[in-house]
C-alpha cells in the first residue's frame, strides 16, 4: 500500500521560479489537503478539496494554486516563489469530508522546499 | 493566534518519567485528534476523542477530551526513548471537516 505519495522529497528554487509540488493518494480518498509546517507554527491548511472538481482556499492560500482533475492526485503550484515559503509542504488524504468527520487524515512524507 | 494552543512546546524528559502535554483552546471542537510525527515523516493518527470527557488509552498514553470539548491533554506513563517525537493535537469545529493543529510539542526521552 502506497498510501500519500509526495514528489519530489527536497527541493531548491530561486526567488520568482515556478514549480509543482505532487500529491497521489492510491486510497481513493474523496478529500485532499495542503498543508505547510513551518517551526513553532504546526502545521497550516493551504488550499484543500472534498472531490474532483472542487477545490477552497484553507487559512494560508496566498502564492499558491491547486487542482482537483482526478481523485487521486492533488498538485499544489507556486506560481513565483518567494523566500517566505521556504517550509516543508505535507499533502494529507481523507476517505470522506463532512460536518461531522472523524476520520483520520493520512498524510505523505513531505517536500522540503528553499527558496532562494 | 493559534486556534489550538499546546504547551509545553519543548519537553526533555528521563527514560522512565511521566509526562503531560496540553492542548487548549477558547473554541469548542467536535473532535480532536491527536498525532505524533517522526524527523522525516509526515504526522500519523494516535488517538480520536468525540465526547466530552472522554478517556481513551493506548498503551502507556492516555488522552482525555475536556468536559467543554474545549481542550485535551496527553498523558504519558514511564516515557521510553521510542516515545521521542513532535506530538501535534487537531480539532475540527462543529462544521466542517477542516482540521485545526496546534503548534506541536516536540518530546525528548533521554535513555
Known amino acids: 500500500n502506497a498510501g500519500v505519495t509526495q514528489t519530489p522529497k527536497f527541493q531548491v528554487l530561486k526567488t520568482g521560479q515556478s514549480m509543482t509540488l505532487q500529491c497521489a493518494q492510491d486510497?481513493?480518498?474523496?478529500?485532499m489537503s495542503w498543508y505547510r509546517q513551518d517551526p513553532g507554527m504546526g502545521l497550516r491548511l493551504i488550499h484543500y478539496?472534498?472531490?474532483?472538481?472542487?477545490?477552497d482556499q484553507g487559512e494560508v492560500p496566498n502564492g499558491y494554486n491547486v487542482s482537483r482533475s482526478t481523485t487521486e492526485d492533488f498538485p499544489l503550484r507556486l506560481l513565483s516563489a518567494a523566500p517566505s515559503q521556504t517550509s516543508v509542504y505535507f499533502c494529507?488524504?481523507?476517505?470522506?469530508?463532512?460536518?461531522?468527520?472523524?476520520?483520520?487524515?493520512?498524510f505523505g512524507d513531505g517536500t522540503r522546499l528553499s527558496i532562494l | 493566534t493559534q486556534l489550538l494552543e499546546q504547551s509545553p512546546q519543548f519537553l526533555s524528559i528521563q527514560e522512565g518519567e511521566n509526562l503531560t502535554v496540553y492542548c487548549n483552546s477558547s473554541?469548542?471542537?467536535?473532535?480532536l485528534q491527536w498525532y505524533r510525527q517522526e524527523p522525516g515523516e509526515g504526522p500519523v493518527l494516535l488517538v480520536t476523542?468525540?465526547?466530552?470527557?472522554e478517556v481513551k488509552k493506548l498503551k502507556r498514553l492516555t488522552f482525555q477530551f475536556g468536559d467543554a470539548r474545549k481542550d485535551s491533554s496527553l498523558h504519558i506513563t514511564a516515557a521510553q526513548p521510542g516515545d521521542t517525537g513532535l506530538y501535534l493535537c487537531?480539532?475540527?469545529?462543529?462544521?466542517?471537516?477542516?482540521?485545526?493543529f496546534g503548534e506541536g510539542t516536540q518530546l525528548t526521552v533521554n535513555p
Open positions: 476523542v468525540v465526547t466530552g470527557g
Open positions: 478539496s472534498v472531490g474532483a472538481g472542487i477545490t
Open positions: 473554541s469548542v471542537f467536535s473532535s
Open positions: 487537531a480539532g475540527r469545529k462543529t462544521s466542517g471537516s477542516r482540521l485545526t
Open positions: 494529507a488524504s481523507q476517505r470522506t469530508a463532512g460536518p461531522t468527520s472523524n476520520q483520520p487524515q493520512h
Open positions: 486510497m481513493n480518498h474523496e478529500y
